[in-house]
């Protein structure tokens, strides 16, 4: 449903995608959901053009992140969110498998063979 919402496949990933990590460059997220880079830079700079997003230059790259200062980007955010949380932990799995943050030290690996 949230494709229907957002008008497209793309779309809907990108705002998953951001929810999930927080804050996103348009290259890594492309690699990581498998979509052609130009679709995702193409949503982002709508996004960005709407006021949902903001971005900063770190470097080279180009960070995207909600606009916290947007009433309307909350909102959508909260949107977002429902989704979120209405999909399974195997879905969120299947959809996020790259790890942004590094493990706890002595944090126990849980459901993988050794």
Known sequence: MLVEIFGNKTAAMVML????????????????????????QKQMDKFDQAGLL?????????????????PVARKVKELVKIFYDGMGIEEREKLFQVRRRPRRKGKPVIGRSQ
């Not at 995608?17 to 995702?40: R, W």
């Open 54 to 70: 903001v971005s900063k230059k770190s470097g080279t790259v180009r960070i995207y992140q909600f606009n916290p200062k947007s």
């Open 17 to 40: 995608y951001l929810y999930h990590y927080g804050e996103a460059y348009p290259t890594g997220l492309a690699k990581d959901m498998g979509i052609t880079l130009s679709q995702v």
